[in-house]
C-alpha cells in the first residue's frame, strides 16, 4: 500500500552562547529556528509517523497533486537553555478547507482548559508545543506538492509554500 508521507525541513541558528565551563547543569544557551520547507513524498512501506512528521493512506494519491499541511513551530527547553525550530506536521487533507478548521481549532487550543491535547472531527491530537517549558510560534497550512520519494528533485519546481503568502 503507497502512504504519503509529510515532513518539515527546519533551519536553526544560536540565539545566546552557552557556559563553556563543562559543568553538568549549566546553562547551555538558547537557539532560534523556523521551518523552511515542507515536503509530501509517497512511500511504500506503512508508518503512521516518522519523527516529526506525519503518514496516512490517501486513496489515489499521485505524483504532482497536492495535500494541505498543518505545521506548528515551537520552542522548547529546560531548565538550562530553550531550543527553537522545533515543529511537528499535526495532519494533512487532500481539502484546503478541513486544514484550516484543523489549524483553527489547534489556534484555539486552551491548555489550561484542555490539558495536551484537544479533539477534531473525531481524531484526538497531541499538543507538543504545550507545557511548562513550551510556548507556541506559528500554526500555518502549507499547500504541499506530493513527490516521489528518492528521486532527484533539480527541476526547480516549488514543492510548498504557506497559505496566504
Known sequence: MTQVVVGT???????????????????????GGR????????????????????????????????????????????????????????????????????AQRATDHDYNKDGFGFEYNGKDYYTSWCGYFESLDSIQVWDVVIRDKYKDHSDKVEWSFRRGH
Open 35 to 102: 521551518v523552511t520547507n515542507v515536503t509530501a513524498t509517497l512511500v511504500d512501506e506503512t508508518h503512521p509517523y516518522y519523527g516529526d512528521s506525519h503518514g496516512k493512506d490517501i486513496p489515489n494519491a499521485h505524483r504532482g497533486d497536492t495535500v494541505y499541511a498543518v505545521v506548528v513551530e515551537y520552542t522548547t527547553g529546560d531548565s538550562f537553555g530553550r531550543d527553537g525550530g522545533q515543529s511537528v506536521v499535526l495532519d494533512f487533507f487532500t481539502d484546503p478547507q478541513e486544514a484550516a478548521n484543523l
Open 9 to 31: 525541513e527546519v533551519e536553526t541558528w544560536q540565539t545566546q552562547a552557552g557556559e563553556t565551563s563543562g559543568e553538568p547543569y549549566s546553562y547551555r544557551g538558547e537557539t
